[in-house]
T-cell receptor
Framework: DAGVIQSPRHEVTEMGQEVTLRCKPI?????LFWYRQTMMRGLELLIY????????DSGMPEDRFSAKMPNASFSTLKIQPSEPRDSAVYFC?????????????FGPGTRLTVL | LAKTTQPISMDSYEGQEVNITCSHN???????ITWYQQFPSQGPRFIIQ???TKVTNEVASLFIPADRKSSTLSLPRVSLSDTAVYYC?????????????FGAGTRLAVHP
């Protein structure tokens, strides 16, 4: 299994531009999570999906952020318009629907820099 | 969600055993105790999880006392490659709910 796949790995953009981050979860996993990591705030959960349906988006910072999961193998996190304070590493994670524990499988992350 | 407290940083030397203790005084009955490891420029990686007593795998051991208000991650004979941030979390996957709260973690530095 290739694990969770994220693209791009690095993104540099200018303030005001639209940014789209992509994630392919592990096949068969029912849950998909988007996290953001910064030095100041650490690792924060933004939103998660179950069977392509958003379950908890309370971590989405503001309306400039949106996430979609059109099918079981693909999700996007969009920032429009982007701002310098959005600079961070964005991680996608997935997990199967069974089991009581807290094991999630993280992707390599997308490092976003907004100038 | 129960909050966890762990040391901000620790230093060790190659070949030593490292024990990182985490406090979770408000852990709920159904919560599991989970540890993740994160190397620079990588996503967190699950390393071990337990509910009570002791759990051991090929990477680490996890010791949980009877009251479950704390836990200790034990890394035997560390090497330079164990330099990473270690996160302690508590929670459970119940009814489709699995919101994990990552604290600041413990930054472990292993020296030659």
């Amino acid at each position: 299994d290739a694990g969770v796949i994220q693209s791009p790995r690095h993104e540099v953009t200018e303030m005001g531009q639209e940014v789209t981050l992509r994630c392919k979860p592990i096949s068969g996993h029912d849950y998909l999570f988007w996290y953001r990591q910064t030095m100041m705030r650490g690792l924060e959960l933004l939103i998660y999906f179950n069977n392509n349906v958003p379950i908890d988006d309370s971590g989405m910072p503001e309306d400039r952020f949106s996430a979609k999961m059109p099918n079981a193998s693909f999700s996007t996190l969009k920032i429009q318009p982007s701002e310098p304070r959005d600079s961070a590493v964005y991680f996608c994670a997935s997990r199967p629907g069974q089991g009581l524990g807290n094991e999630q499988f993280f992707g390599p992350g997308t490092r976003l820099t907004v100038l | 969600l129960a909050k966890t407290t762990q040391p901000i940083s620790m230093d060790s030397y190659e070949g030593q055993e490292v024990n990182i203790t985490c406090s979770h005084n408000n852990i709920a009955t159904n919560d599991y105790i989970t540890w993740y490891q994160q190397f620079p420029s990588q996503g967190p990686r699950f390393i071990i999880q337990g509910y009570k007593t002791k759990v051991t795998n090929e990477v680490a051991s996890l010791f949980i006392p009877a009251d479950r208000k704390s836990s200790t991650l034990s890394l035997p004979r560390v090497s330079l490659s164990d330099t990473a941030v270690y996160y302690c979390l508590v929670g459970t996957f119940s009814g489709g709910y699995n919101k994990l709260i990552f604290g600041a973690g413990t930054r472990l530095a292993v020296h030659p």
